[in-house]
């Protein structure tokens, strides 16, 4: 009995040392490779080497994508210096947002008192607390978005690009407002100007 057991404890660990070598096996033909031998990218690894190793790889995004967490995308950059193109061609973007919630618009109201009603006025009249009538510390009066022919028929896409980028005295707030918001307080401008 004895003698049967070592035959058997033999046999399995000859198997057991056969199937753990290390044999190289050819499949062959690798129907994917890329798949089956991925070249991973790492993080903080340098990088600068790539084209030689024949890996086409930069790390900027894909033209007209958007970024996680971005939404409504502007198609125009900001126009250099004395240029009015992108200024003039950003009349021809529609404003995403078509109406506001009850909520939405107490917010859009809100964001406008808090970033705009200190220039343009709590009424959209350019009174506002820096202007005061003239008596201000603001000596040029801002614009008079309720009550103005050229900023009632202005589109809302070329007051985004000049909320985005600033226009004359006007500065960015870019910074303050995310794309949303500046949608939504465009949106709140022009339904007070349909009033």
Not at 92 to 116: Q, T
Request: net charge positive; charged share 25%.
């Amino acid at each position: 009995m004895m003698k049967k057991y070592l035959i058997i404890s033999f046999l399995v660990a000859v198997v057991a040392l056969v199937s753990c070598s290390d044999v190289k096996r050819t499949p062959g033909s690798i129907y994917m490779p890329d798949m089956a031998y991925s070249r991973a990218y790492e993080t903080y690894a340098d990088h600068s080497n790539l084209a030689e190793k024949g890996i086409n790889y930069d790390n900027r995004p894909v033209a007209g994508t958007i970024a996680r967490g971005q939404e409504m995308p502007f198609p125009y950059a900001k126009d250099a210096a004395g240029d009015t193109t992108n200024y003039n061609a950003s009349k021809s973007v529609m404003n995403p947002i078509d109406s506001l919630s009850e909520r939405d618009a107490k917010e859009a109201e809100r964001l406008y008192l808090i970033n705009c009603g200190i220039c343009h006025g709590a009424k959209l009249n350019g009174n506002g607390p820096l202007y005061k009538d003239g008596n201000g510390p603001y000596a040029a009066k801002p614009a008079t978005l309720v009550g103005d022919i050229k900023y009632e028929s202005m589109p809302a896409g070329q007051m985004f690009y000049s909320v985005t980028y600033g226009k004359n005295l006007m500065g960015s707030y870019a910074s303050q407002l995310n794309k949303r918001q500046r949608w939504m307080v465009i949106k709140y401008i022009k339904d007070k100007q349909k009033k």
